[in-house]
């Protein structure tokens, strides 16, 4: 739980600096152009602008749910040396990873079960301390990267 504690703290913390505000709103802005792509709405700044900035695949929602499995693997696996511990976690995060990567898309295709979205509520939470809400010239430019990643994808 300390781990988890830390987590949310520090991105709290990094999130009341000025420069990563900004980072926060392009953050933001991310999760508001990918939201209208997938409603297949035009991507303009403007309806970009009317979407959320909660994205169920966010970034932020895989970090806490590999913290949340780590607590609850090696809390199973009980006490250990100081050299299993460290050869245990590294060993170890591959597979969390893994598994939490299949636990964040597994979620995304179910939110429209009550019960799954009750899981990620969480998620969404967390999802408050890392986007800002963007302004029409950082959107445009989330736009534009957008586009230019799926202008790479289709060559």
């Known amino acids: 739980m300390i781990r988890l504690i830390f987590l949310i703290a520090y991105m709290w913390g990094i999130g ?3 420069d990563i505000k900004r980072v926060f709103c392009y953050h933001g802005a991310e999760h508001k152009v990918i939201n209208t792509f997938e ?14 900035l909660e ?11 590999v913290v949340l499995f780590s607590v609850l693997l090696f809390t199973a696996l009980g006490p250990m040396s100081l050299l299993w511990r460290l050869v ?7 597979v969390l990873a893994g598994v939490a990567y299949e636990y964040l898309q597994w979620t995304a295709k179910n ?6 979205r009750m899981l990620v509520k969480p998620n969404l939470a967390l999802q408050r301390l890392t986007t800002n809400e963007p302004s029409l010239d950082i959107l445009e430019v989330s736009i534009a990267a957008f586009n230019a990643m799926r202008e790479l994808e289709e060559a």
Do not use: D, W, Y
């Open 55 to 65: 994205h169920p695949r966010c970034g932020t929602a895989f970090l806490l749910i």
């Open 111 to 116: 939110l429209h079960r009550p019960f799954v």
């Open 39 to 52: 409603a297949n709405i035009e991507l303009t700044p403007e309806s970009a602008k009317k979407f959320s």
């Open 88 to 94: 245990s976690r590294i060993l170890l995060l591959p």
């Open 16 to 18: 009341q600096m000025e």
